[in-house]
């Protein structure tokens, strides 16, 4: 069974300028996850997706941050205008739902963003 | 609403001594809890989790960890500690809403393994 892939694995930009992260989730995974993890932190979730709704963003500075799920499968992350608080490691995670679900999450090796 | 503290931010241990990684959580719901290990520039990896079953759970690795429902903990814990286990470790609890899954992630424990 195919992970979660992610890319591009690193990504440098100056400082206003735009990202987009790109996500392809495990085959029949409805749930898809955006974290933010920087540097000697734990992860935090930015954005969960359930099929191609959004089901919780309350942590998505949605003044630069966006994302989307369009047909419930794959996902784009974008920052614009970066700042350099914004570097960090962008995980993507899924999630199977239905009683089988337990919770586990299957994540992605991440997105390194450098902002200079 | 739910929380994790992970009570140790650095643990160093020598190589084939015990290793423990403390947790403590806080939950409104029956919670399920999980220890993800990362290594440097991984994703996180699922170590074991529990789901309401047996308190004492086996994870990989020679891993294992117990929840303690009355001490709100789910410590984490190896006999021997191997040169391969230095990475970071997660604890995490999750419940199961309507909407989807819900993850609360610990601040991390660094775990680094002399020889």
């Known amino acids: 069974e195919a992970g979660v892939a992610q890319s591009p694995r690193y990504k440098i930009i100056e400082k206003r300028q735009s990202v987009a992260f790109w996500c392809n989730p495990i085959?029949?995974?409805?749930?898809l996850y955006w974290y933010q993890q920087i540097l000697g932190q734990g992860p935090k979730l930015l954005i969960q997706?359930?099929?191609?709704?959004?089901?919780?963003d309350s942590q998505l500075p949605k003044d630069r941050f966006s994302a989307e799920r369009l047909k419930g499968v794959d996902s784009t992350l974008k920052i614009q205008p970066a700042k350099l608080e914004d570097s960090a490691v962008y995980l993507c995670?899924?999630?199977?739902?239905?009683?089988?679900?337990?919770?586990?999450?299957?994540f992605g090796e991440g997105s390194r963003l450098t902002v200079l | 609403a739910q929380s994790v503290t992970q009570l140790d931010s650095h643990v160093s241990v020598s190589e084939g001594t015990p290793v423990l990684l403390r947790c403590n959580y806080s939950?409104?719901?029956?919670?399920?809890l999980f220890w993800y290990v990362q290594h440097p520039n991984k994703g996180l990896q699922l170590l074991l989790k529990?789901?309401?079953?047996?308190?004492l759970v086996k994870g990989i690795n020679g891993f294992e960890a117990e929840f303690k429902k009355s001490e709100t903990s789910f410590h984490l814990t190896k006999p021997s500690a191997h040169m391969s286990d230095a990475a970071e470790y997660f604890c995490?609890?999750?419940?199961?809403?309507?909407?989807?899954?819900?993850?609360?992630f610990g601040g991390g424990t660094r775990v680094l393994v002399k020889p």
């Open positions: 529990y789901t309401s079953a047996a308190t």
């Open positions: 995490v609890v999750s419940w199961i809403k309507a909407a989807g899954n819900k993850l609360t």
């Open positions: 997706f359930q099929n191609n709704g959004v089901v919780d």
């Open positions: 995670a899924s999630n199977p739902r239905g009683q089988g679900a337990t919770g586990e999450l299957f």
């Open positions: 085959s029949g995974h409805a749930t």
């Open positions: 939950s409104s719901y029956s919670p399920s």
